[in-house]
């Protein structure tokens, strides 16, 4: 395919929200786009230390980031920030310095939370971060997705409620990536 889409999911959970939004939202995309869901759980907590002898984990992350045409992060919020799992896998492969594997990607953030403000914070704390590492995040639309009753049907795709706004958004996404793929 022609585009390859890096996705950081922020939950470890086997029944994660924000799992299967990241899974559905695929199903959006034109034909040209797949999508690959990283393994992050696997790595171990980031120690300065390892930055000359990166272990397995994080060379395949630092590979799988480098190649893709660019990145999707699907995240919850935990305590009004991004999980420590997904800040973990940030730090790892944004180091050694200068040797980033985020540096000119660009991407896009979305969440889902069963809170009324549906990770609106948390995804404000990641622009952040993803700004310093020269990773330009998709603006507008904004995706602050409330998990409720009805959000992914049967299928585990998304239902009627809420398929026009996130089919808009994830044409919004396509239109970024084909504009700005490395
Ligand atoms: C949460 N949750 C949560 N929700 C939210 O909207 N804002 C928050 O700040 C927090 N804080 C928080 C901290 C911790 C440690 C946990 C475990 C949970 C609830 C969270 O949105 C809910 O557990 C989601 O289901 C997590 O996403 P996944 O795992 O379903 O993708």
Known sequence: SRYNIAVLVGSLRRESFNRRLATAI????PPEFTFKQLEIGD???YNQDDDADQ?????RLKAEIQAASGLLFVTPEYNRSIPGVLKNA???ASRPYGQSAFTGKSAGVIGVSPGAIGTAVAQQHLRGVLAYLDVA??????AFIQAKEGLFDEAGQIGPGSRKFLQNWMDRY?????RHAT
């Open 90 to 92: 940030i730090d790892h």
């Open 55 to 59: 272990p397995a984990p994080v060379k």
């Open 43 to 45: 790595l171990p907590l």
């Open 174 to 178: 396509v239109a970024w990536i084909r």
């Open 137 to 142: 995040t998709l603006g507008q639309p904004e």
């Open 26 to 29: 695929a199903g959006l995309a």
